[in-house]
């Protein structure tokens, strides 16, 4: 049973351009959460995909855009790229929004 | 003010040894608590799940959570090199009111030494 999968591994690019990160949920989960985490910080929650929609978002500009498809997956889009947006970036599946969640390995983004 | 503290370490023990790590918040509207192993570049693992004030146990692990002192902790009995890693601890809200969305400490990071 595969889990929680996302790729690229790792992402260079620099300032102002464009990238989509993409995961795929563990089998029977229906929702997907997002999260950054910066060097030696905790994970901090970007937005939560149920049902294709956007059902809740944390504090990040809308810069950071997403995408549920109807096989569960999903992609992270984040536009006109910081450097502080230079971070990992995390995907957790569940089934159900209010249930456990599972991370994927995540993807190294490096904003230059 | 964060919302969830936890103490950033680094913790370094000797093999054998109990580990004691804990978090604190300030949101009285947290009702779950999950604390979570990350090697280092991986994704985080989780470890326990909780919901009622009182101890879980899983194996050399116990979780424990004071709901009136805001205060959630996890012992590692018997510590092993292998769980050198850091340790967040994460919570949400309740079922209606979060759709999910977890808040994380900081993470501790535990060097379980030979």
Redesign the interface.
């Known amino acids: 049973d595969a889990g929680?999968t996302?790729s690229p591994t790792h992402l260079i690019k620099t300032r102002g351009q464009q990238v989509t990160l993409r995961c795929s949920p563990k089998s029977g989960h229906d929702?997907v959460?997002w999260?950054q985490q910066a060097l030696?910080?905790?994970?901090?929650?970007i937005f939560?995909y149920?049902e294709e929609e956007e059902?809740?978002r944390?504090n990040f500009p809308d810069r950071f855009s997403g995408h549920q498809f109807p096989n569960y997956s999903s992609e992270l889009n984040v536009n006109a790229l910081l450097l502080g947006d230079s971070a990992l970036y995390?995907c957790?599946s569940?089934l159900?929004?209010?249930?456990?969640?599972?991370?994927?390995?995540?993807t190294?983004l490096t904003v230059l | 003010q964060k919302e969830v503290e936890q103490d950033p370490g680094p913790l370094s023990v000797p093999e054998g040894a109990i580990v004691s790590l804990n978090c604190t918040y300030s949101n009285s509207a947290f009702q779950y608590f999950m604390w979570y192993r990350q090697y280092s570049r991986k994704g985080p693992e989780l470890l326990m799940y909780t919901y009622s004030s009182g101890n879980k146990e899983d194996g050399r692990f116990t979780a424990q959570v004071d709901k009136s002192s805001k205060y959630i902790s996890l012992f590692i009995r018997d510590s092993q090199p292998s769980d050198s890693a850091t340790y967040l601890c994460a919570m949400r809200r309740g079922i209606t009111s979060s759709y999910g969305k977890l808040t994380f400490g900081q993470g501790t990071i535990l060097t379980v030494h030979p």
């Open positions: 929680v996302q929702t959460s999260y030696g910080q905790g994970p901090q929650f939560q149920y059902r809740q944390g995390l957790a569940s159900g929004g209010n249930n456990e969640q599972f991370f994927g390995p995540g190294r």
